[in-house]
């Protein structure tokens, strides 16, 4: 059973490194909830092995215990009872088949309840159990994060390389004598720069629509308004005019998740999640244009025996670039 005392000796190292009493708090509490969870099971079972997996991008705990019920000599206790919180989720299988064993487990006001009768002593058990996770500034004082802000690697003109790496710093808190943890999920966002690569190759006239549909979305007489149409009209019969809006929903469209995907490469020991659009570079104006950079989340796991993760994330600058440009001779995006 882990032993109370090394737990709060842990828990308040970290907290005088972090200098966070909530950390302190959390991190007692974790290790608390485990313990209470394993007492509790040793009145019917034999526990083989036991881990936490923290599933970061989720805000969930997970206790994972291999478990083997126990031959008594004057009879087994009918059920083993949890009452030190509601989980999320519970789920006893058997190893033998991986089956769920449904109608072994249910809940109760205050916990669980595990039905010993319909088990096999001496076979083997895995029993999981899920908790909300209630502090996520935790994972910034156990991780040590190195996010770059738009300071890529390689300033090739096809590519720009942007260097991840997390690294655990409390390994002490992490792993103690009978459990192990691990972290899943964990989320890097970057900001990969975007608007110097659109500014180069938008022409000028078209920035002068820009500005006469901001005329135009003004208050304005009936002969302004007239003179801006008029004005508007004569710079879409130039060249690279065409129709503004058109462009402009046809360019929206190049950030959207899914389109702004093609462009990114994440390596190593990341993966890909997501991306979304930053704040607009014309930030005054009443639709949307391009924005100035995209935020690309990836992730990654970390646990005792693999306490570092490397990455790197991959913005083919030269692909995008030729997008705009089709985009400005009026070709179609494919």
């Known amino acids: 059973m882990i032993d109370p005392s090394v737990s709060y000796d842990i828990a308040t190292g970290v907290g005088t490194v972090a200098g966070k009493e909530l950390v302190v708090q959390t991190i007692r509490s974790m290790?608390?909830?485990?313990?209470?969870?394993?007492?509790?099971?040793?009145?019917?079972?034999?526990?083989?092995?036991?881990q936490m997996t923290i599933m970061c991008s989720d805000g969930i705990q997970k206790y994972s215990l291999s478990l083997t019920?126990?031959?008594?000599?004057?009879?087994?206790?009918?059920?083993?009872?949890?009452?030190?919180?509601?989980?999320?989720?519970?789920?006893?299988?058997?190893?033998?088949?991986l089956c769920p064993l449904f109608d072994c487990v249910e809940r109760t006001i205050d916990g669980f309840s595990i039905n010993l009768t319909e088990l096999d002593p001496g076979e083997l058990y895995i029993l999981d159990v899920e908790y909300r996770f209630e502090d996520h500034r935790l994972?910034?004082?156990?991780?040590?994060?190195?996010?770059?802000?738009?300071?890529?690697?390689?300033?090739?003109?096809?590519?720009?390389?942007?260097?991840?790496?997390?690294?655990?710093?409390?390994?002490d808190v992490l792993r103690q004598k009978y459990f192990n943890v691990n972290l899943?999920?964990?989320?890097?966002?970057?900001?990969?720069?975007?608007?110097?690569?659109?500014?180069?190759?938008?022409?000028?006239?078209?920035?002068?629509?820009?500005?006469?549909?901001?005329?135009?979305?003004?208050?304005?007489?009936?002969?302004?308004?007239?003179k801006l149409w008029r004005r508007l009209y004569q710079l879409q019969q130039?060249?690279?005019?065409?129709?503004?809006?058109?462009?402009?929903?046809?360019?929206?469209?190049?950030?959207?998740?899914?389109?702004?995907?093609?462009?990114?490469?994440i390596r190593k020991d990341f993966t890909y999640?997501?991306?979304?659009?930053?704040?607009?570079y014309y930030d005054n104006l009443p639709f949307p244009t391009w924005p100035?950079?995209?935020?690309?989340?990836?992730?990654?796991?970390?646990?005792y025996n693999k306490p570092a993760a490397e990455g790197l994330l991959v913005y083919n600058q030269a692909d995008f670039v030729s997008e705009i440009e089709r985009l400005f001779k009026l070709e179609t995006i494919k």
């Open 184 to 226: 899943r999920d964990l989320e890097f966002s970057v900001d990969v720069s975007v608007y110097q690569d659109i500014n180069t190759k938008v022409p000028g006239i078209f920035r002068q629509q820009l500005e006469a549909l901001v005329e135009l979305s003004k208050k304005k007489g009936r002969s302004e308004g007239y």
């Open 69 to 97: 019920p126990k031959r008594g000599l004057f009879g087994n206790p009918k059920s083993v009872d949890f009452p030190h919180g509601v989980p999320l989720r519970v789920e006893l299988t058997q190893m033998r088949g």
């Open 31 to 50: 290790v608390k909830h485990i313990g209470n969870l394993q007492k509790t099971l040793e009145s019917g079972f034999k526990i083989e092995g036991q």
């Open 139 to 171: 994972m910034d004082s156990l991780v040590e994060r190195i996010i770059p802000r738009d300071v890529p690697r390689n300033p090739d003109e096809d590519i720009r390389e942007y260097e991840m790496s997390a690294q655990l710093k409390h390994l």
């Open 292 to 303: 100035k950079s995209m935020k690309v989340i990836s992730k990654t796991d970390l646990n």
């Open 238 to 265: 130039k060249e690279y005019g065409g129709d503004t809006m058109d462009i402009l929903e046809n360019m929206y469209d190049l950030f959207t998740p899914g389109r702004f995907r093609r462009y990114i490469d």
């Open 273 to 280: 999640l997501n991306c979304s659009r930053g704040s607009d």
